[in-house]
């Protein structure tokens, strides 16, 4: 499935912030950031940013409402702290659907897309693969 590697941006946003930061709570280092984090306003449309299957969709306590697309060979995104989805579990989307709304559900700031991309079950940085990584 050739074009499946590189992605286009699920939003349009700053990056505020960057996946693998070293975060702190009360002077002790929690888990480095898992993903990348895409500031806009809520109800922004999020887009597929690749041909996949959407796998999940569900809302939890710290990531609030959450949509997981598979795209295949071992890569799959997720898209955190919607306002709300407009898939289902089984759907087919293309490059460009819109899946769901930035919001600010589950344990969140303000509002974001808190996006997750993983490659045989391993957190890689999602900037990667919209042409923006900075090592
Ligand atoms: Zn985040």
């Not at 002077?27 to 898992?34: D, I, K, M, P, V």
Request: proline share 6%.
């Amino acid at each position: 499935m050739p074009g499946n590697v590189l992605f286009e941006a699920p939003v349009k946003g700053r990056f505020s912030s960057p996946f693998g930061l070293k975060r702190f709570f009360n002077g002790e280092e929690r888990n480095a950031h898992s993903g990348l984090d895409i500031a806009a306003s809520a109800g922004t449309p999020i887009a597929a940013p690749a041909n996949g299957v959407v796998t999940i969709v569900a809302d939890y306590f710290f990531n609030g409402k959450t949509v997981f697309i598979d795209h295949g060979q071992g890569l799959v995104t997720m898209y955190c702290h919607l306002s709300s989805s407009s898939v289902a579990v089984g759907d087919t989307v293309k490059r460009g659907d819109i899946i769901a709304k930035v919001g600010a559900t589950g344990r969140a700031t303000g509002p974001h897309l808190h996006w997750n991309v993983s490659l045989n079950n391993t957190r890689v940085d999602p900037a990667i693969f919209i042409g923006a990584f900075q090592p």
